[in-house]
């Protein structure tokens, strides 16, 4: 109690105010209203208009990814990303169960089934060896080089690991099992823009990496996300995807295939044009504040998630570990009362109803931190 009670003023101090402290605000203080605007002086406020590609050229740049899809929102762009990298109906995608419900639900929109695996305790993303263990028990490689689940001989199709908080996974672990699987490697960087692993943006490893600009992201785009890919070819076909497959000509409508109407309007665009003008700029700040958290938290006594070893994280959400559920319990209970926002983080993806029947792995750490992880407030109007 004691403790809690000083964790609420020194938030308070942080963030100036008396008033309620949400868990995470947008921040607005550059061309965000100037380009908008433009936008509907403009009249390209929808699909065309000059932001969308300006917005997606500005990714790449940023990222270092060659081509970048800019979709509505950051399951869309995960939907695409696994139909490009071969993801079919009945087919297998392995994941974590320690996840934002999005990344299950893109997997399901495939018509294919989401297999749970362990996380790491560094990353809190999903743990290599666990993912080892896991194929070596259930899978097989068939004669045509495909990988297998062994009971049903379903196709396990990809593997979707996701940086949980904007903490990297250990991409250089999970690549090495999944070559050595012949999986595709998705990554859901949705919470990890602007997180480096040994230098790389997150996203840009797999065969295919998704963003999100979701409100309470890093930086919004109001809704939106993308799709991160290296090779020209999935870039085409992704982007076919995405505009309802149409096939270019001076008037016909001409669709080949069963497409989606994903892509981001000029409007979200210009926001993120706007936004991405100050990543670094909030980088900056939330990890500023991560480093405040760590310091109090270590005066504490309290364990406190700080980025892998092997990474520069964006420090999207701080995290705290609590030493027992009833020690998290009270934590959430007592801040939330006096108006300072937390949460814990997510059931486990395989305990929701949809996806109760899934096929697992191991949980024990994904339980484990289930049961004592509370996210703190991490605006990075803190430092404004
Ligand atoms: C935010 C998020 C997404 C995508 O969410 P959208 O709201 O659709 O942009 C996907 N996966 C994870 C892990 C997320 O945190």
Known sequence: MRETNQLIEFIRDIFHTHDFIPLHEPSFSGHEKAYVLDTIESTFVS??????????????????????????????????????????????????????????????????????????????????????????????????GDCLLKETRQKISACLPMHTFGHPVDLDELESVCQRWHLPLVEDAAESLGSLYKGQHTGTRGLVGVLSFNGNKIMTTGGGGAVLTQREELFNQGKHLTTTAKVPHPFEYVHDQVGYNYRLPNLNAALGVAQLEQLDEFIIKKRHLASAYAAFCESEGIEFLQEPHYARSNYWLNAMICSSMDERNQVLEVTNKQGVMTRPIWKLACDLQPYSQALRGDLSMSRWLERRVVNLPSSATAYE
């Not at 990303?81 to 974590?96: K, S, W, Y």
């Not at 060896?129 to 028990?137: K, R």
Request: some cysteine; overall charge negative.
């Open 47 to 144: 699909s065309v208009g000059a932001y969308v590609g300006q917005f997606e050229e500005q990714l790449s740049t940023y990222t270092g990814s060659d081509f970048t899809i800019a979709t509505m929102n950051g399951t869309a762009a995960l939907h695409t990303a696994l139909l490009l990298a071969g993801v079919r109906q009945n087919d297998i995608v392995i994941t974590q169960a320690l996840t934002f419900v999005a990344t299950c639900n893109a997997i399901h929109y495939c018509g294919a089934e989401p297999a749970f695996i362990d996380v790491a305790r560094e990353s809190l993303g999903m743990c290599p060896e666990a993912l080892s263990q896991f194929l070596e028990e259930y899978a097989i490689l068939d004669d045509h």
